[in-house]
């Protein structure tokens, strides 16, 4: 690890810290409703969108019917996904003439990109139409995020409201998050891509003369290079600032045109946590209590600071599987990297994306060194809550939060309570049914994988590394990451399927109870703090709910964990 | 709980009529007012011929061009296809296409006696890196000035012309543009 690898994180932290109060505080104005600059431009467009819908935009939901309304969305915006991606060969804008998407794939993707996992099975440039990437893909990039945000705003208002039975409306949260927040910062970003080489077009293709005429495996000449272009630098914005992390290419942002340059991969790797970091400060605003907020906040950087610091000296260590080779590795681990971000714009982004539900790439964390690829998948698996996704991010750290105080409560013998709201067998029901569902489709999922045929057919790598593949595969689908090991070749009917279902209900079985806890908690009593109540707004609570999420998160996986990436490290010890 | 089902689809088609249709055409429409080049590839063109993108890596077996990063497309450098290895730390099979290349640059320059920079014997993540670290180049400079019948001095001079530095001195690695460089020692030839 160098002083420049440290110097880059810290400007990238005081670069992402800087932007928290400033959109922060926007975005509380914007679930307050209150007025903002935006909305006199765009105002009437909301309210055409509320009144062509027949949505009555002060109608107030209680936690049932908000839950209806983003699981109807959703589904309908999957069936939508898939539609369009079987009928692609009939719809406009597909110069490539891309056929009909095979069903197990289009399940995938319809699955993937609704549940804001946006894990890609597909290479976009080989198989999808521009109009399915546009209509179907950037559609859901938007929206996905702007549900993850809604589902969020419901929950602080169960915590923030004094009394009552509702939780806000869901079309209104949707819209204005989509209208008033991912909207202007995507054109913003989008064109700002565009002026650092990210390709916006709806040219399929150019074709460029070599000045190095080559020989392919067979004798054949090569002359020509064909580039694949399309409405990329639209789809990039948003897929980074909704922590979707789809790409438009294969090689994802890793491919020069969708990531250019190293000025372009510091705002791309800033714009993923942006949201979620500024969304604590929302939290705090509309808490009327920002300590809350900055508390949170102030846990998720101690861990995000300590894991890149791994990283980095990971990915700067030369890989030991080529030691001994005529090579000069000290520049790091390169395979699978690019040389324009080296070893620590790969492994910051590494850790950024991993502990964001991003799951985009800018190098294949399959050639990793071994621990270095173990952190992203344990980043994962930790659950999401450092940052984490938009909106779904902060409601698992809330949820973290819940856990935290209930077990200072027994520690004490007091009736826990958050924020002014006790903590009854209800939420921890709920509390519970989130940290429990995920690991369960991760560890069973990968277990069934690794003694079926069809799933260790997949494997890429020998040995433990195999291992690796399928259990970064179940950990990235059902914490709706996206990332992979992406040796596996997961494009078969039941890796398709299994993750497909994987991605559907770490999803929507964690928004249930998120919302069913937040109706819970905004019918109850207010009550004040008194002398026994647990403040936190402190160092002690961060030191606390840090220890909960690792403990929580973590140890669920240390088994699985020892037999992929920590057996492999080992193995280097040994063979050589 | 049916009744949010109707604004869930004409919400859903609003929003996407909106986000998925109006917003990439707009930003496609600025895109291709303010910044063309760079909306459709970044294309560089010499005496009328397109010879290629400067932010795509392309394939080099002629020992007078500077040579790229290896790439795992198939076939290699396919800018249809993008594509890392993915091939894991401990994979032999790795170890084995390292080796190989590593083999190749040596045929190429029997002289180049330095241990080899590993961006140059290892493939880039997109399949598709323009780039190759200075010291990359700097390695090839022996081989490209002796085929070409220039002097090392000459050709390590151009190199250094065609280094760009960390942003801002700070982010990103310092890098050679493989294509831009190897245009410049065609075009001073």
Known sequence: ?576 | MLTEIRPALLVLLLLTLLTGIAYPLAVTGIAQVAMPAKANGSLVITNGKTVGSSLIGQCWDDPKWFWGRPSATTPACNGAASSGSNLGPSNPALREAVQKRIEALQQADPTAKDLVPADLVTTSASGLDPDISPEAAYFQVHRVALSRGLGDDAVRKLVEQHVTPRWLGLFGEPHVQVLQLNLALEQGH
């Not at chain 1, 909301?46 to 107030?60: A, F």
């Not at chain 1, 997961?490 to 109870?513: E, K, Q, S, Y």
Request: proline share 5%; glycine share 10%.
């Open chain 1, 1 to 576: 690890m160098t002083g420049n690898a440290i110097l880059q994180l810290v400007v990238y932290l005081a670069a992402l810290l800087a932007c928290v109060p400033l959109l922060g505080g926007y975005m509380a104005r914007v679930y307050e409703g209150q007025p903002i600059r935006l909305g006199r431009v765009l105002g009437p467009l909301e309210r055409l969108i509320y009144r062509l819908s027949g949505v009555n935009p002060d109608q107030e939901m209680a936690w049932k019917r908000y839950a209806w309304a983003t699981l109807w969305f959703n589904v309908a915006g999957a069936l939508v996904v898939f539609a369009i991606q079987r009928l692609q060969g009939v719809l406009p804008l597909n110069p490539q003439g891309f056929a009909a998407v095979a069903p197990d794939l289009a399940f995938n993707t319809a699955s993937s990109f609704a549940s804001n996992t946006n894990w890609q099975s597909y290479g976009g440039e080989t198989t999808l139409s521009h109009f399915t990437q546009m209509a179907a893909l950037t559609t859901q990039n938007f929206v996905s995020a702007a549900t993850g945000m809604a589902v969020l705003v419901a929950l602080i208002r169960g915590l923030a409201r004094k009394s009552g039975t509702t939780l806000g409306n869901f079309w209104v949260d949707l819209v204005r998050t989509t209208l008033y927040i991912l909207l202007p910062l995507s054109v913003v970003f989008a064109l700002f891509l565009v002026g650092q080489g990210v390709v916006q077009t709806f040219d399929a293709s150019a074709t460029v003369d070599l000045l190095n005429p080559l020989k392919d495996d067979k004798g054949a000449s090569i002359l020509t290079q064909i580039l694949a272009l399309g409405p990329a630098a639209s789809q990039i914005a948003i897929k980074q600032l909704g922590t979707n992390g789809g790409g438009f290419f294969n090689a994802n942002s890793a491919h020069p045109f969708e990531n250019a340059t190293a000025l372009g991969n510091f705002v791309e790797v800033l714009a993923i946590l942006l949201i979620p970091a500024a969304l604590c400060d929302t939290f705090g605003r509309m808490v009327k209590d920002r300590r809350q907020g900055f508390v949170l906040l102030a846990a998720m950087t101690i861990v995000f600071v300590a894991v890149t610091l791994f990283a980095l000296s990971f990915e700067h260590s030369p890989n030991p599987g080529l030691a001994g080779l005529h090579i000069d590795q000290s520049v790091g681990n390169m395979e699978g990297k690019e040389v324009r971000f080296g070893a620590t714009g790969s492994a910051i982004w590494s850790i950024v994306t991993t502990v964001a539900s991003n799951g985009s790439v800018n190098s294949m964390h399959d050639s990793f060194t071994p621990l270095g690829g173990m952190l992203p998948m344990w980043m994962i698996q930790l659950g999401e809550v450092i940052y984490g996704g938009v909106g779904s991010g902060l409601y698992g750290m809330l949820v973290f939060a819940i856990i935290a105080v209930f077990i200072a409560g027994l520690m004490v013998g007091r009736t826990p309570e958050y924020l002014g709201k006790k903590i009854e067998p209800f939420e921890m029901k709920m509390a519970a049914l989130v940290i429990l569902i995920v690991p369960a489709l991760v560890l069973v999922g990968a277990a069934v994988a690794v003694v079926v045929e069809p799933g260790t057919k997949a494997i890429a790598n020998p040995g433990a590394h195999g291992f690796s593949e399928i259990l970064y595969a179940f950990t990235s689908a059902a914490n709706n990451n996206g990332s992979a090991f992406g040796g596996l070749s997961a494009n078969a009917p039941f890796w398709n399927t299994a993750l497909g279902i994987c991605m559907l209900v770490g999803r929507f079985w964690l928004i249930v109870p998120v919302l069913a806890m937040a109706g819970s908690l905004v019918g109850k009593q207010h009550i004040p703090s008194g002398p026994g109540t647990l403040p936190t707004h402190t160092p002690l609570f961060v030191m606390l709910l840090i220890g909960v999420v690792l403990l929580v998160g973590a140890l669920t996986y240390v088994p699985a964990l020892a037999l992929g990436p920590v057996a492999e490290h080992l193995s280097f010890g040994v063979t050589r």
